[in-house]
């Protein structure tokens, strides 16, 4: 049985071993959850790829919006129509879809809603490590946060029932490593099935004009007081003892698995308070709970978020517990918490034995290898075709403006064109700026998907403003960093249903652009002149660089039984080293002093071939067992 | 008990495959185990690797200097988790080579891993195993990684069997697929009763 179906078919008391992202897909079919909606991001995706297989069968309504916002407001709808709905993003994402968020929390919904925010400690695959656990506070939403794939699925769970109780959705946080940790799960039963049509939300029901607002002000408040005794008594919050229990720990999330290690590795006794619901916390309990330790340590990842709530506590009832935290320096404010980083934390006060590592030196003589395009990346010739474009058309002074998806590695060696890089729909909306208030002329990179999320309101701002640049959108036709995900401009939804398909050419069409060209980026020959033509152009240009993502290509290819590979003639190579220098696929490298393709990595897309990487044509196709 | 496993390699190369197929075998053989994975920036052609930490843990980060085993499906890959080994713990290099494109922009070639062992010394056990050829023995090269693991079950005291093992294939693969991982298996784990006969081989213990 395939894991997706596990996780539909799954039976209660079934082990099975789940990523924690499928594990929060199985706690929605637990929950009978109606309606999901996203927008991919790392680390939250798998959750929307393992829904995308199994709604149809499952029963349940399941989209990728094109945006988080508008995930959110899906989501809500539901929820106010008497539907469980699930709405999940990455961190960033809720910023996205904040807006929505805020009101949510004035609104109140008729049926279970969660919000769930995979945040990144450490910065994986993002451009910050924000703590979300802020946006609980600032929304007055309780949250959620599960340590483990079991907990993963059993609090949302709980998170559905809360958000029923108290009429108002609740957030639900992961991080990379709770949403990317993989354990056994054991399934639970499924709560039966509900209709899956909402009804009518109610007459002037919820509205957020401000004379309804500040009634419902009063409203919130009551609902944060009813949580305030939901977590005072949910075992979400529990307590763990180790040894003697001498030292008091607060902590939650991914710091209590390392924690926990910790102590035992270090034989640390220790009482263990383990926060499941961060807002609010369970304030009392954790008032006894100081003035039952005289040292007390907060361990948390990112912000001093439960240390400062903490520390007012012991404030407030004047408690005289000593508080290690981050506002003392004992533990660091960046990054994840690892055992090691732990361990070193709590060295000094504990008198921990703790033997010396060094790392081995022979590190050091290892080359790196930062994240490269894919061998066949279309985005690899897009870039090596626009810098010849650039550098040909004269231009002296331009500044390339990128955006969020696989094409953000162009700002990598050897192309190294990205001079800002912010946001989902930056290339766009700074672009625009760039191109109005500096001399330079602004190439701004964005993908499909991102185009459609957030750039269509910057281009209307840049084409309004007069700004100067040339937009390359690089259309590779589906959601490629996040794992394939499909987009407004495919013909199919999150559910492989046939659905509308957008022309991203007919809306930059439409806002007035100066010149407007479709080029294949294989083909070298006509779209570098195409990308020329638009550089010339005044105010603001396009280009839409359109060949589908290698790996959907490959895909196909496979299906077909074809894999054409590229092999170089070393009679004919003269050794110019273009093609690893500029060009830069993976699967060319310099063996023996010779230049090689692997035929292993080798995608068959040829560009390398193209006169324009090799003038002396010694790139030739071949056969995948020599020429 | 604590045994924790560290596979590395370049993406796309079956990283997450392997340390899946691990996992499920240990919880086959009745044991706790919890296992990290790093989705990154790139698809393809950046550094991968999962964590399979097995026993009495909870954080699926193994600590510096304490794993059991390392799997460099990739190289250099295998070395670049040398931060992570001790002195009993063994490092399986696979034969299979990707030379990232930062070295080609440099002009410079992959460099020789066996002098790198040889700077590492006596620090850590080194073995280099032609887990490609074994595959393609078995019948595909992508195979690889399961003949890696039978290598280190006949030379390590991973704490699964190889009837665990075979058993996590058949409910992943079927037909061909899983025919020559079963074989792949077979062939690895040959590979390395060989290797612990010969008497130029160290013998690993297994334990910390």
């Known amino acids: ?627 | 008990m604590e045994y924790n496993i560290i596979i590395a390699g370049v993406g796309g190369q079956g990283v997450v495959t392997l340390g899946s197929l691990i996992a499920e075998a240990t919880m086959d053989a009745g044991l706790n185990v919890v296992m990290s994975e790093i989705h990154g920036l790139s698809q393809r052609g950046g550094s991968v690797s999962v964590d399979v930490r097995i026993g009495d843990v909870r954080s699926p980060i193994t600590p510096d200097g304490s794993a059991n085993l390392i799997i460099g499906l990739e190289g250099m890959e295998g070395f670049r988790m040398l931060g992570k080994a001790n002195a009993d713990t063994l490092l399986l290099v696979n034969s299979r080579r990707m030379t990232p494109v930062y070295l080609g922009i440099r002009g410079k070639e992959y460099p020789d891993l066996k002098e790198m062992a040889k700077a590492v010394g006596g620090t850590v056990r080194i073995l280099f195993i032609d887990g490609e050829n074994l595959a393609r023995e078995a019948g595909s090269e992508r195979a690889a990684g399961t003949a890696l693991l039978g290598a280190a079950l006949a030379m390590h005291e991973i704490p699964v069997s190889e009837n665990n093992v075979n058993s996590a294939l058949s409910r992943r693969f079927s037909g061909k697929i899983l025919a020559l991982n079963h074989k792949a298996l077979d062939l690895g784990m040959r590979y390395g009763a060989q290797l612990l006969k010969g008497s130029n081989v160290p013998v690993p213990t297994g334990k910390p």
Do not use: W
């Open chain 1, 1 to 627: 049985m395939k894991i997706y179906d596990r996780v539909l078919d799954g039976l209660p008391g079934e082990k099975t071993l789940l990523l924690g992202n499928e594990a929060i897909a199985r706690g929605f079919v637990e929950a009978a959850g109606g309606v999901a909606a996203t927008y991919p991001g790392t680390p939250s995706s798998e959750v929307g790829d393992t829904l995308s297989e199994i709604a149809a069968r499952g029963g349940f309504y399941f989209e990728i919006s094109v945006n988080e916002k508008v995930a959110l407001e899906v989501a809500y709808s539901a929820a106010i129509s008497g539907i469980r709905s699930f709405a999940f993003m990455k961190h960033v994402g809720l910023n996205v879809a904040a807006d929505a968020l805020m009101s949510t929390a004035y609104s109140g919904v008729r049926a279970g809603m969660v919000v769930m925010t995979a945040d990144d400690p450490s910065m994986f695959s993002s451009q910050n490590e924000q703590d979300n656990r802020h946006y609980a506070e600032l929304s007055h939403l309780p949250m959620i946060e599960p340590s483990t794939p079991q907990e993963a699925k059993d609090y949302l769970i709980r998170a559905f029932e809360i958000s029923e109780k108290l009429a108002m959705p609740v957030l639900f946080r992961t991080t990379t490593r709770v949403s990317h940790m993989r354990a056994p799960v054991v399934m639970g039963p499924k709560e039966d099935r509900l209709a899956l049509m909402g009804t009518y939300p109610g007459h002037l029901a919820h509205v957020t004009l401000p004379s309804y607002s500040i009634k419902s002000r009063k409203a919130l408040s009551m609902r944060i007081s009813h949580a305030e005794v939901i977590s005072q008594q949910t075992d979400l919050n529990r307590l763990e003892v180790y040894g003697d229990g001498e030292y008091g720990f607060i902590t939650s999330g991914s710091a209590y698995n390392s924690l926990v290690d910790v102590i035992k590795s270090n034989s640390i006794g220790a009482e263990v308070l383990k926060v499941g619901m961060s807002n609010p916390i369970p304030e009392n309990r954790i008032a006894s709970f100081l003035m039952s330790h005289e040292y007390m340590f907060v361990v948390e990842e990112l912000d001093p978020y439960l240390e400062q709530k903490v520390r007012v506590i012991a404030q407030r009832e004047g408690i005289p517990a000593l508080i290690h935290g981050k506002l003392d320096g004992t533990f660091p404010e960046e990054y994840e918490y690892s055992a090691d980083v732990i361990e070193k934390a709590l060295a000094a006060p504990l008198k921990l034995n703790i033997k010396p590592r060094t790392a081995p030196a022979v590190l050091q003589q290892i080359p790196p290898r930062p994240p490269a395009l894919c061998p066949g990346c279309p985005h690899r010739a897009t870039y090596y075709a626009v810098k010849r474009a650039v550098r040909m058309s004269g231009l002296n002074n331009v500044t390339y403006s990128s955006d969020i998806g696989c094409y953000s590695l162009g700002a990598y060696e050897p192309f190294e064109m990205a001079d800002v890089l912010l946001e989902m729909g930056s290339s766009l909306g700074a672009g625009s700026g760039l191109g109005k208030l500096t001399d330079s002329r602004v190439v701004a990179f964005v993908g499909d998907s991102t185009f459609f999320h957030a750039g269509i309101p910057a281009l209307i701002n840049a084409v309004r403003t007069g700004s100067r640049m040339t937009l390359v959108v690089m259309d590779n036709s589906t959601t490629a960093m996040t794992g394939q995900q499909t987009n407004p401009g495919l013909a199919y939804d999150g559910m492989g249903n046939p659905s509308a398909q957008m022309s991203i050419e007919e809306i930059i069409r439409s806002t007035g652009v100066g010149s407007l060209e479709t080029a294949d980026p294989y083909d070298l020959k006509t779209f570098l002149p195409a990308v020329l033509r638009s550089l010339k152009s005044e105010g603001v240009s396009a280009v839409v660089a359109r060949r589908e993502c290698a790996i959907l290509r490959d895909r196909e290819i496979r299906k077909k039984g074809q894999m054409p590979v590229y092999v170089v003639d070393t009679k004919k190579c003269a050794l110019c080293m273009n093609c690893v220098t500029n060009f830069s696929c993976p699967a060319i490298d310099i063996k023996g002093g010779q230049i090689a393709i692997d035929p292993d990595l080798c995608d068959g897309c040829g560009v390398c071939a193209e006169p324009m990487v090799c003038p002396f044509r010694a790139i030739v196709s071949g056969e995948r067992n020599g020429i």
